[in-house]
């Protein structure tokens, strides 16, 4: 008769921790190897603005470069609306593996945390930033029959009856918060007229409908030239690489006037630190590209320079700077 020993709950124990422990190695060595391989499929990025726009532009020039670097292609997917909060609420609910990422703007990440009440999304607690694409200043243009030619003569009009009109593509656009500062530097009322769509109040400035409307270049440097527009201030403390023949209201107005709209990168964050690697070197190394420079330079985008090196820091100084000029305008959507 053959004996088997009984098995108690103590040995029973025993041998489940040393099973456990003789996994643990295999079970590690599986992470790094997981990690090697992202990305395994193509990756999202999603654009919180519809096709054609400014942020749309960028982010395929980006998109491109970066699909190079990292051997797998980069799908973009427009969810505009509401001031771009619900492709960036939905990035922020995504699953936090590196395949869903959002090209944010100042909007997004800035204005909006003072602005809408109702996000879906923190843009500091709920995103990891993973490059800072550039930034851009917006150009205070008039019509190009406009019988004004700078940012004195636009005050002197302003301050005498009927006064004069600005134009933006919404409240609490960064176009209608340049105007809200443009008053205050001046120290005179200007109403503020805005519009559904940016290429709507351009069109209106165009035609001589609103005086003025600060815009971006990519937008307004095409009409510029063609002698529809004319540009008479720009709204960064420098002058704009774009356009360096137009005086910045900075030094028109001797004032602090300094505004600029930015691109950043972000991933949902509690992204693994190893996927988290691999966005950051590919759009490190996709931003070094001197042709994708050219071409963002050709949309008015220039690199941060030294203030972005810590973008955590950058973003809330942007955040506590636009929330002054939310509050300040009266804006707010609910």
Avoid: C
């Avoid at 456990?20 to 990690?35: H, N, R, T, V, Y």
Wanted: net charge neutral.
């Amino acid at each position: 008769m053959s004996y088997q020993k009984k098995q108690t709950p103590r040995s029973l124990a025993w041998q489940r921790l040393a099973a456990a422990l003789m996994a643990a190695p295999l079970f590690g060595l599986a992470l790094p190897a997981q990690a090697q391989d992202f990305p395994a499929k193509a990756v999202r990025m999603v654009v919180p603005f519809g096709p054609g726009t400014t942020t749309d532009t960028i982010s395929r020039l980006v998109a491109d470069k970066m699909a190079h670097e990292l051997g797998q292609s980069i799908i973009i997917d427009n969810k505009a609306g509401a001031g771009g909060t619900i492709g960036t609420a939905q990035v922020a609910r995504s699953e936090p593996d590196g395949y869903t990422i959002v090209m944010g703007t100042v909007g997004t990440h800035a204005i909006n945390k003072e602005l809408y009440s109702k996000r879906g999304y923190d843009p500091e607690a709920d995103f990891e930033p993973i490059a800072f694409i550039g930034q851009t200043p917006t150009f205070l243009v008039v019509g190009g029959n406009s019988p004004y030619h700078t940012v004195k003569e636009l005050g002197e009009a302003a301050a005498k009856p009927p006064g004069i009109t600005f134009s933006s593509a919404g409240s609490g656009t960064s176009g209608h918060l340049a105007g809200e500062l443009l008053k205050d530097r001046l120290g005179v009322d200007m109403l503020h007229v805005p519009y559904k769509e940016g290429s709507m109040a351009l069109q209106d400035v165009m035609s001589g409908e609103v005086q003025f409307m600060f815009y971006h270049p990519a937008a307004v440097l095409p009409h510029v030239k063609a002698g529809k527009l004319r540009a008479i201030g720009v709204s960064s403390k420098e002058r704009s690489i774009a356009a360096p023949d137009v005086p910045s209201i900075a030094e028109q107005t001797n004032s602090e006037f300094d505004l600029v709209a930015w691109f950043m990168l972000y991933a949902p964050a509690g992204t693994p630190e190893p996927a988290m690697a691999t966005l950051k070197k590919a759009a490190a190394i996709a931003l070094a590209d001197p042709e994708l420079s050219a071409k963002l330079k050709a949309q008015g985008v220039e690199p941060g320079g030294e203030s972005t090196k810590d973008l955590a820091r950058f973003e809330k100084i942007e955040i506590a700077k636009w929330a002054d000029l939310v509050r300040k305008s009266g804006a707010k959507v609910n």
